[in-house]
């Protein structure tokens, strides 16, 4: 049977998304969907998912707090096993994060995590609440999701990618803010797409039935 792991190392409330993966699991037959911090876990899901919340610094050390956690992720990831960051947890796929200070991340898609600074000072950062897509690139997470669909931030920066096919989708907020970036079986989100409503469940739907 099919296993979806959030992966819990305290660095969010996974209630709200541990609910949703569980609602679009059961519409779409994908199996289980369980909550760990265990590695043996990670090891034998089928697919991962790697929440995060707040500072970039404090949930990389968070994680590597865990022993052996990072190591089973990273291990499924090199095993083709789709996976998916959300928040944060799409941050630290950067090669680094400029958050506080200069902090490596997993850098399996390369760029930086710097502070979104858009070109209306009237514009208050963090950037907060809905926005609209703007889909970049084509791919199977976003069969049915289109430009002008809403996604819910709650982040003071973003990830700025070193290659631009690696830029699914972004959003406008007095400049371009990423949204979602890919590469291979690993992609991520900015927006909670547990807290976006009809996108974000498509989207949970799409990731429960890839097989990149």
Not at 76 to 97: D, E, R, S, Y
Not at 172 to 189: K, R
Not at 204 to 212: D, E, G, H, S, Y
């Amino acid at each position: 049977m099919s296993l979806t792991v959030l992966v819990d190392y305290d660095s969010g409330n996974l209630h709200s998304a541990e609910k949703a993966f569980q609602r679009m699991a059961a519409e779409t037959g994908a199996g289980e969907v369980l909550v760990s911090s265990h590695p043996e876990d990670v090891a034998r899901a089928t697919r991962i998912v790697l929440p995060g919340d707040g500072a970039f610094p404090a949930c990389r050390l968070a994680l590597g707090a865990y022993g052996g956690l990072f190591e089973a992720i990273s291990e499924g990831v090199a095993q083709g096993k789709p996976f998916l960051g959300i928040c944060v947890g799409m941050q630290m796929l950067a090669t680094w994060g400029r958050e506080y200070h200069d902090t490596r991340g997993f850098d399996w898609i390369g760029g930086e995590v710097v502070r979104i600074t858009p070109a209306d000072p009237a514009l208050k950062v963090p950037h907060m609440g809905w926005n609209d897509l703007v889909i970049d690139q084509a791919h199977p997470v976003l069969e049915g999701i289109e430009t002008g669909d809403h996604a819910y931030f709650v982040h003071s920066y973003h990830f700025r990618v070193s290659d631009p096919d690696h830029l699914l989708a972004h959003v406008d907020y007095a400049g371009p803010v990423t949204a979602i970036v890919g590469q291979g079986s690993v992609i991520g989100t900015q927006f909670h797409p547990e807290k976006s409503q009809a996108t974000g469940l498509r989207l949970i739907a799409n990731f429960l039935r890839w097989a990149p």
